[in-house]
């Protein structure tokens, strides 16, 4: 359920709810943390009262101290040393009646040279004193009296066993550790250490500041860090998902990307790449479109051909007529079929050319193997002889596919010789450009030449100006060869020979 409402959510939303439940999680752990450091901290401190009321115990016992207040106060003054760390020290008879209190000596170290008589007082009125201030202030702060929490402490399960209570109101943290006193077979009263500990409220508040303080920090970056996700990230995500959209919806008005195509990052690249993905996609679907029309148009022709040949021929009863209408018929079937398998074979070179991976490659060695072929075909049938001629150089590298560039000189080749005559020569030059580190290919023949003007026109696709034996051919070779040059990323051009007749056409590739 949890993945399926992930995937239904924004990456803002994502975002965000991720960090919350990190947050609670942390926030949660935080606050057992926090709960626990309160005892933690209590018995630290609760463990050295403990340790002073069984010794103190020990002593009393030990030596068979009687729980009067003269007895008391004397041993108090005599065991001091014990409780100088501590707050306040009171020692309670078996009727929780207050014999004993620290808080009625002066434990300074410099006045333990005295006479115990000079500061003794008298018990009683010290009671009554420390009684009206004990409930003076109990009142003002609402924290029970010593002598009451004695009293709990006597009838509850924890009696007989050293045990501490916490009292806290607004300005203090108190810590009462009690424990009852046995001579070893009566209980003979109770010993109760008093401590304020402000700085256990103080390290907890201390702690809970920190976590505070850091949760707000941590959720204000948080903030920060979704408000420049969402701005410099998601926006420009989201603007390209409505570019794809707005294209395979064909909606008339585009998303402008230019801002996000400005940028140099992941962001910038991924823009670029799709906008130009998208125009190359807008310009194979102009060019098949485009195509399309030029091959119902080149096919129309052939088939009007058939048409009116196919109805002559079974009105005609001349033998030398319907010979040349059968003529014509196989010639126009001949160029449709050129056609169709031309450019059946164009589309599956477009898909294969794409999975297809360039590789350093002898622009020599390729042209060699090409015109060895070609020239034990044509110069046995016809009497066409084609020559390959290099400068002497032995470095002709490029970057390409190999039969792609076998289909390139294939194609030129077959361009030369439907143009050429019986006995003719076609030249293969290579030449290397060492100025612009070039490889330069050249095909030179003797036909006719270019009746054009301007010559870039031969390589549209199916061009009008054809030779007489054209039904050979579909018009399209000259178009697939300057598409693979470009695949290549080399340059073709055409023009006539300046010396002789007939055309020469130039490739020029980057060399390795």
């Given at each position: 359920m949890l993945s399926n409402f992930l995937k239904n959510i924004s990456i803002l939303k994502k975002f965000l709810f991720i960090n919350l439940i990190v947050f609670v999680i942390f926030g949660s752990l935080t606050a057992v943390y926090l709960k626990g450091i309160q005892p933690n901290l209590i018995n630290k401190k609760t463990s050295n009262h403990i340790e002073i009321i069984d010794n103190t115990i020990e002593h009393i016992t030990r030596l068979k101290i009687q729980f009067n207040e003269d007895d008391i106060r004397k041993f108090l003054f005599s065991t001091r040393f014990l409780f100088q760390n501590l707050d306040r020290v009171m020692i309670f008879d078996n009727n929780f009646k207050l014999i004993g209190d620290t808080d009625t000596l002066d434990l300074d170290p410099r006045s333990f040279s005295q006479r115990l008589d000079i500061v003794q007082m008298n018990i009683q009125d010290e009671n009554k004193v420390l009684k009206k201030k004990k409930i003076t202030k109990q009142n003002k702060n609402k924290l029970k009296p010593v002598s009451e929490i004695v009293i709990e402490y006597s009838e509850s399960s924890d009696y007989g066993k050293s045990y501490t209570f916490t009292q806290e109101n607004y300005d203090q943290f108190l810590l009462v550790t009690i424990k009852n006193v046995n001579d070893g077979e009566n209980n003979i009263g109770y010993l109760a250490i008093s401590?304020?500990?402000?700085?256990?409220?103080?390290?907890?508040?201390?702690?809970?500041?920190?976590?505070?303080?850091?949760?707000?920090?941590?959720?204000?970056?948080?903030?920060?860090?979704?408000?420049?996700?969402?701005?410099?990230?998601?926006?420009?995500?989201?603007?390209?998902?409505?570019?794809?959209?707005?294209?395979?919806?064909?909606?008339?008005?585009?998303?402008?990307?230019?801002?996000?195509?400005?940028?140099?990052?992941?962001?910038?690249?991924?823009?670029?790449?799709?906008?130009?993905?998208?125009?190359?996609?807008?310009?194979?679907?102009?060019?098949?479109?485009?195509?399309?029309?030029?091959?119902?148009?080149?096919?129309?022709?052939?088939?009007?051909?058939?048409?009116?040949?196919?109805?002559?021929?079974?009105?005609?009863?001349?033998?030398?007529?319907?010979?040349?209408?059968?003529?014509?018929?196989?010639?126009?079937?001949?160029?449709?079929?050129?056609?169709?398998?031309?450019?059946?074979?164009?589309?599956?070179?477009?898909?294969?050319?794409?999975?297809?991976?360039?590789?350093?490659?002898?622009?020599?060695?390729?042209?060699?193997?090409?015109?060895?072929?070609?020239?034990?075909?044509?110069?046995?049938?016809?009497?066409?002889?084609?020559?390959?001629?290099?400068?002497?150089?032995?470095?002709?590298?490029?970057?390409?596919?190999?039969?792609?560039?076998?289909?390139?000189?294939?194609?030129?080749?077959?361009?030369?010789?439907?143009?050429?005559?019986?006995?003719?020569?076609?030249?293969?030059?290579?030449?290397?450009?060492?100025?612009?580190?070039?490889?330069?290919?050249?095909?030179?023949?003797?036909?006719?030449?270019?009746?054009?003007?301007?010559?870039?026109?031969?390589?549209?696709?199916?061009?009008?100006?054809?030779?007489?034996?054209?039904?050979?051919?579909?018009?399209?070779?000259?178009?697939?060869v300057k598409n693979l040059v470009e695949l290549h990323n080399g340059k073709i051009s055409a023009s006539n020979n300046i010396d002789q007749k007939g055309a020469m056409i130039e490739i020029i590739f980057p060399k390795v």
């Open positions: 401590e304020k500990a402000n700085d256990i409220r103080n390290a907890i508040n201390e702690r809970k500041i920190f976590v505070f303080r850091t949760a707000l920090v941590v959720a204000i970056v948080i903030l920060i860090f979704s408000l420049v996700l969402n701005r410099y990230f998601l926006k420009p995500i989201k603007t390209l998902v409505n570019f794809t959209k707005s294209i395979k919806e064909k909606d008339k008005q585009k998303i402008n990307i230019q801002v996000a195509k400005n940028r140099h990052d992941e962001i910038g690249i991924l823009s670029n790449s799709l906008d130009e993905m998208t125009n190359e996609l807008n310009s194979r679907i102009n060019a098949a479109e485009n195509f399309s029309t030029d091959l119902v148009h080149e096919i129309r022709n052939p088939l009007a051909s058939l048409k009116s040949a196919s109805e002559i021929i079974s009105e005609t009863t001349d033998k030398t007529q319907r010979e040349k209408l059968v003529n014509i018929l196989l010639h126009d079937v001949e160029r449709i079929e050129r056609l169709i398998t031309d450019y059946s074979q164009m589309l599956k070179d477009e898909v294969a050319i794409t999975n297809e991976q360039m590789k350093k490659i002898d622009l020599k060695l390729i042209a060699t193997s090409v015109v060895d072929d070609f020239n034990s075909i044509h110069n046995s049938k016809n009497g066409i002889k084609i020559q390959l001629n290099s400068n002497g150089s032995n470095n002709y590298n490029i970057l390409g596919i190999e039969n792609r560039i076998e289909q390139i000189i294939a194609n030129l080749l077959d361009n030369s010789i439907s143009f050429s005559r019986e006995n003719q020569i076609i030249k293969v030059d290579l030449s290397n450009d060492k100025k612009e580190n070039n490889v330069i290919l050249s095909v030179i023949d003797e036909g006719e030449g270019f009746k054009e003007n301007d010559t870039s026109k031969i390589f549209k696709r199916f061009y009008s100006n054809r030779p007489n034996k054209f039904g050979e051919h579909s018009g399209l070779g000259l178009n697939i």
